[in-house]
């Protein structure tokens, strides 16, 4: 019969024995204390090391600009309605004038039908206002006519009467009646005169207020007509469509915007820049780009100081001919000079930054043998060096790789030295 083994409970424990053997000759090989605890031994043939030098200093920010058109149009619906004609499409050469898209508006034909019953209605309430005024100054007449003719006659009476009354011809009674009939009728002229001048004038404001009034509804009808007119959307320039936002049967609202026409006489780069940057950068300052062999430069013309989600805007111009081969929407990677070219220490870029904050550095001794911390001064940055304030000279020797794996150490020892 077998008899059954029983594993031993260390048995279980030897794979991982054995890898955290391999790990600690590994952390031996690479870490040997020489100084309890200041110094580290390191391979010098896995860090990066650089020489300091003095040289032309260029401060610039990378960038990545996007190549657009020099003007473009858009094209927004100045009345809404529902899309009901797609005359081109995107990507086509338009003429001025040219008929892109058609909307509907029933809300506008029904508003226009209303303003127009409004005027017709303003129109005739001129039309009976003139002709009333008309008959009023025609009824005035014949009643100055009529009167006129009742003081001739009553003035000849009365004139007849003085004669004989100076004769004692007729009785006073007599006289005074045909005085006071002269006299009334020569008062109701008067008063018919003023009742007319009153009159004239009330109507000649009433005639003034409507015309007026339907000379804005003229105007309006005027404006609301060119409203729909704005419903067939045509080419304000000649250019590109390149982009068409309507489909047919789409409801589109005033304002919304329906595409652009980019007009292709020239080019310009727009680029967002770090807020950080903002008081850096100035107008007419240079960038630099390639294109194959070729390098160009173009001059910042434009700034948007309008910071949108911690960047601003913006625009560099051609100094020269553009590229041949330059296209709408292709992307140009560029530095932009942020001042000019000067003497400087300079220390090359590298991962020792993200540990330091470029306060401190290693630096080799002259035998190349170790290498110590140092405090120092780093000042402004390119995308290749950075500008030595203090702390370094010419031809010392700095470990520019990561110091992540040297933890805090103040000295560290080369074991092999290439």
Do not use: C
Request: aromatic share 8%.
């Amino acid at each position: 019969m077998d008899k059954i083994i029983e594993r031993s409970k260390w048995q279980k424990y030897r794979p991982f024995a054995g890898v955290a053997g391999v790990a600690g000759i590994i952390v031996s090989a690479l870490v040997i204390s020489a100084g309890g605890g200041d110094t580290l031994r390191i391979d010098n043939r896995r860090i990066g090391i650089s020489t300091v030098e003095k040289g032309e200093f260029q401060e610039f920010i990378a960038l990545s600009g996007a190549v657009v058109p020099i003007k473009t149009y858009f094209l927004d619906a100045i009345e809404g309605g529902r899309v009901e004609a797609r005359y081109i499409e995107a990507g086509t050469f338009v003429e001025k004038g040219d008929k892109i898209i058609s909307l509907a508006n029933t809300n506008l034909l029904l508003d226009i039908m209303y303003r127009e019953a409004e005027l017709f209605q303003q129109s005739n309430n001129l039309r009976n206002t003139k002709l009333a005024m008309q008959q009023n100054r025609l009824n005035i007449q014949s009643q100055l006519l009529d009167l006129d003719y009742q003081i001739l006659q009553s003035k000849r009476v009365f004139n007849r009467n003085v004669k004989l009354a100076d004769k004692s011809m007729i009785s006073s009674e007599e006289y005074e009646s045909s005085r006071d009939d002269y006299q009334f009728l020569i008062k109701k002229r008067s008063l018919t005169l003023q009742s007319f001048e009153q009159d004239s004038i009330y109507r000649e404001v009433q005639v003034e207020q409507l015309e007026s009034g339907l000379q804005r509804m003229q105007d309006n009808m005027e404006i609301v007509k060119q409203n729909l007119e704005n419903l067939v959307i045509t080419a304000p320039v000649s250019g590109q469509l390149t982009s068409l936002n309507a489909e047919i049967g789409e409801a589109k609202v005033r304002g919304e915007r329906l595409g652009q026409i980019d007009i292709l006489d020239g080019f310009k780069v727009s680029t967002p820049v770090d807020e950080h940057f903002i008081t850096r950068v100035q107008l007419n300052q240079s960038a630099h780009f390639s294109i194959g062999p070729n390098e160009y430069t173009i001059t910042l013309n434009k700034i948007y100081p309008e910071v949108v989600n911690g960047q601003f805007r913006i625009e560099l111009g051609f100094d020269n001919a553009e590229p041949e081969d330059i296209r709408r929407g292709q992307t140009l990677h560029m530095r932009l000079e942020l001042g000019n070219s000067e003497q400087a220490i300079l220390l090359r870029r590298g991962g020792f930054y993200q540990e330091t904050g470029g306060q401190w550095v290693y630096v080799l001794d002259e035998g190349g043998e170790s290498a110590s911390k140092r405090e120092v001064k780093l000042g402004r940055q390119n995308q290749d060096y950075y500008e030595v304030l203090e702390g370094l000279e010419p031809g010392d020797r700095v470990i520019t790789s990561s110091y992540r794996q040297f933890g805090d150490y103040e000295q560290l020892f080369f074991k092999n030295e290439s």
